[in-house]
């Protein structure tokens, strides 16, 4: 097993896609539809950049 980096949990990305991933399996009750939850994730990203007065980029980090 590898060490968990600490900077994983300051990349806005990966928080908006983790927090996604929370909330679609509360509302589907389970293992959470993974198209939802990219659009979800995605959407908290870009409401998360205009909040923060940041321009969107084409591609968010670490998505491939």
């Known amino acids: 097993m590898t060490d968990l980096d600490p900077d994983i949990f300051d990349d806005l990305f990966l928080g908006c896609a983790l927090a996604a991933y929370l909330e679609q399996a509360a509302i589907e009750q389970g293992f959470p539809d993974s198209e939802a939850t990219r659009r979800r994730a995605y959407r908290y990203y870009e409401e998360e950049l205009k909040r923060q007065h940041k321009p969107p ?8």
């Open 57 to 64: 980029i084409d591609k968010p980090p670490h998505c491939g």
